[in-house]
C-alpha cells in the first residue's frame, strides 16, 4: 500500500514540475536573445562572411541574403561527392552557362575540358571539387536585378541544383 501511495505522490509531482520545467525554458528561449544576429553589411576593409555550401544536388542554405554594394568573403564548399559551381548570376547568365557545360557534355577520357562564356554573361562562377573550399572576396552590385545561384555541371541545374538571392537592408534578421 504505501509503495502505491508513494508511486501516486511521484506521479502527482512530476504531473506539477514537467509543466512548470517547460514553461521555464520556452520563457527562457524568447527572452530578447536572437541566434543570428541582424546582418551587417560588409565592407572592403571588413567584409561580411557567407557561406555556400554544395551537396549532391543542393545549396545550403537555400536562400542567400545580400546587401546591395556590400563586400562580402564567400565561403564555398563542396560537401558533396562529385565536383559542383556556384555561378551567381540573373536568368541570362545561368542559360549562358548551361548552354556552355552542355557543350562539354560526356567528354572522352582524360582532362576536364575548359568551358567559358563571353564576359558580357560570365556572372561570377566557383568551381569547387569534393571536400574542397574555395574563398573569394566579391563586391555585390548596387543595383541588382534577379540574382540566383547555380550549378550548370552537366546534369546538376536539371535536378534543381539552384538556389535564390534575397537583397536585403542593413540590420534585417536573416
Request: proline share 13%.
Amino acid at each position: 500500500m504505501r509503495t502505491v501511495r508513494n508511486s501516486l505522490v511521484g506521479i502527482r509531482v512530476a504531473a506539477v514540475a514537467i509543466p512548470l520545467l517547460v514553461g521555464l525554458l520556452l520563457a527562457a528561449c524568447a527572452a530578447d536573445s536572437v541566434a543570428t544576429p541582424p546582418i551587417s553589411p560588409g565592407t572592403p576593409g571588413n567584409p561580411r562572411e557567407v557561406n555556400i555550401i554544395t551537396k549532391d544536388y543542393s545549396f545550403l542554405p537555400p536562400e542567400v541574403d545580400l546587401v546591395p554594394g556590400e563586400t562580402v568573403l564567400l565561403h564555398v564548399i563542396n560537401g558533396g561527392l562529385v565536383v559542383h559551381e556556384v555561378v551567381i548570376g540573373d536568368m541570362t547568365v545561368q542559360d549562358a552557362w548551361e548552354a556552355a557545360e552542355a557543350a562539354v557534355a560526356n567528354p572522352p577520357p582524360g582532362p576536364t575540358p575548359l568551358v567559358s562564356v563571353p564576359p558580357a554573361v560570365a556572372g561570377l562562377r566557383i568551381v569547387v571539387e569534393s571536400g574542397q573550399r574555395v574563398d573569394l572576396l566579391w563586391t555585390v552590385p548596387v543595383n541588382p536585378g534577379p540574382l540566383l545561384i547555380g550549378c550548370h555541371i552537366p546534369g546538376h541545374w536539371a535536378k534543381g541544383m539552384q538556389a535564390a538571392i534575397r537583397f536585403v537592408r542593413p540590420g534585417m534578421l536573416p
